[in-house]
């Protein structure tokens, strides 16, 4: 069976150079890479990884938990995600927690069986100490999973502000939030709190609105927001993720109300489709790619060092973009 | 160290029953697998997945390869062949092309590192002989990747000619159908060549404008729409996938052309975020969860069936949903 010397060999490289392509670490010119996959192809040559990591006791295989990876924000998470990893060296083990305790306890098990180095979790169906007693590197994103696991999101506090004073400058009265289920634990409520406390001291009426629990199927969405339209007819102002934002627009358009005359739309995420669908939203962006690059580095820092010393919080400015709906 | 036998005595059930949810496999209440879950904990009980998979050669792993997770579509098939795996008992390994065949090529080589036992691919970056030398089940998702490979996809034909009829039968007299780039070999090229036939064969006038390769960042659609309007003032109907259909309905109202008094579109895909966005998108619906399922059980008969018969190529049906567009 031909082995690494080999390849380097008949690719005319050193052993360190196919060994970086082959972990894929640091630079390596495109002709010098295909030399060395042609030379692997010649020879047949496919080192087994599996072996190798129960050998070295690293897989480079990292778990991302999602609630479901066809939800716009999620998918684009998913994919810096992979990209950070896969420049790493490391690989992407996708699981779709569906929102089903059952299921996430059975991927995180699963993950564990399959030696994964680390677990990114935008999930949260499961109680603290589930997260807690594991034996792993953990990153939550946009999620408190517990004390010793860090927490990498956007500056909601900031984004709720940014809406906030933008509804002000813009003279609306009455404004309704649509907010996540407060049950979950998630650095996102600070949104809603600042947004709810500046609207307050301005002396503007601020409905909050809460989604039910893993509130994603599309379909629910136009009948919930029909109620909370029909609830509070003089509604001038609507804060919302930018999905919800959408069907605010479609369900407004039922009742021939105007935007931004007769209600002025702020969202919040500025996921990429946004940037193709009529009319512009204006929206608070949250910056996926670092929050995502963040998570990887965290996470890699975490498998890489045996320290003790739990990284902290990292909270990513986000930034009103303005479009046609404010 | 406990074993497989101590779990099953701790939960009071049989080590079949362990093992059948320690693979995933075959119905088990929730009840059951709690108290599997718990003795397994209590025990802290991991079974090394990987010493199994060296000794039975199977790893359970299938990598999905994708030219870009984040697009909708892709994000949606991602989602239902993860789901249709788990509920198999098989794990994903994610992995997005880019549309970089050093990428490309590099993936495929560390999942055969990594022992997939196969793999599903939405991406065209190589050459066939790079598929089709692959010493492992593969199934193509819209893509002709070599004659072994079995390809999954929709019916295109049935497609493009579900939206040639519409324009006819709605009076469309210049007609512009946006399509990928042709260098692609996909069963979708059928619908272009579906539909140009039959505006030919009913002297509608069809300008067809094809996409660069690997045309995906929603960023470049507006431009380029902007350029085809430019070319054809008098267009009437225009035939598009979905994301580029929202694209072409913003660049329509910056021109104060309504829709679809002043221009008929129809989109196809049928992606999820459609339903939310106004006004509501005639388009053609691929049945993407069929495809992902169809895909799945076609690489799990792959991997079980030593057989040299391989499947045939699977066409699914498609379906026009009427929306506002038209």
Redesign the interface.
């Known amino acids: 069976m031909p082995n690494i010397k080999d390849v380097a060999n008949r690719a005319g490289v050193s052993v360190t150079t196919v060994s970086r392509i082959?972990n894929?670490r640091g630079y390596i010119s495109?002709s010098t890479?295909?030399k060395v996959?042609d030379a692997?192809?010649e020879l047949n040559y496919?080192?087994?990884?599996?072996?190798k990591?129960?050998y070295t006791k690293k897989?480079n295989?990292i778990g991302l938990i999602l609630p479901?990876?066809?939800?716009?924000f999620y998918?684009?998470e998913?994919?810096h995600i992979?990209?950070a990893l896969?420049m790493n060296g490391y690989?992407?083990?996708?699981?779709?927690a569906?929102n089903n305790c059952?299921?996430e306890?059975?991927y995180i098990?699963?993950l564990?069986?399959?030696?994964v180095d680390g677990i990114i979790i935008g999930s949260h169906t499961l109680k603290l100490e589930e997260y807690t007693?594991l034996k792993l590197p953990i990153v939550a994103l946009d999620r408190f999973l517990g004390k010793d696991i860090p927490v990498i999101s956007a500056d909601h506090a900031q984004g709720g502000s940014l809406a906030a004073n933008e509804f002000i400058r813009l003279g609306c009265k009455n404004v309704i939030q649509f907010i996540g289920n407060t049950q979950v634990a998630t650095p996102a409520n600070e949104k809603n709190s600042t947004f709810s406390e500046i609207m307050k001291n301005n002396n503007i009426n601020c409905v909050n609105i809460e989604f039910p629990v893993n509130f994603f199927s599309?379909?629910n969405?136009?009948p919930f927001i029909k109620t909370a339209l029909d609830a509070n007819p003089n509604v001038d102002g609507i804060f919302a993720v930018d999905?919800i934002a959408?069907?605010v627009?479609?369900e407004l358009?039922f009742r021939n109300l105007k935007v931004p005359s007769d209600v002025k739309i702020i969202g919040y995420d500025g996921i990429?489709?946004g940037?193709?669908?009529?009319?512009?939203l204006t929206t608070i962006k949250q910056p996926i790619r670092d929050i995502a690059n963040s998570a990887v580095s965290t996470l890699l820092y975490l498998i890489n060092n045996d320290s003790t010393i739990v990284p902290s919080d990292i909270k990513l400015p986000v930034m009103l973009s303005q479009g046609q709906t404010t």
């Open positions: 082959m894929n495109e890479r295909k996959y692997m192809e496919h080192p087994n990884e599996m072996a990591s129960l897989s295989l479901d990876v066809s939800i716009p998918a684009e998913a994919k992979e990209e896969y690989k992407l083990l996708l699981c779709n569906s059952i299921r306890k059975e098990a699963m564990q069986r399959n030696q007693k599309f379909e969405y136009l999905t959408f069907a627009i479609k358009s990429a489709i940037s193709i669908i009529a009319p512009i």
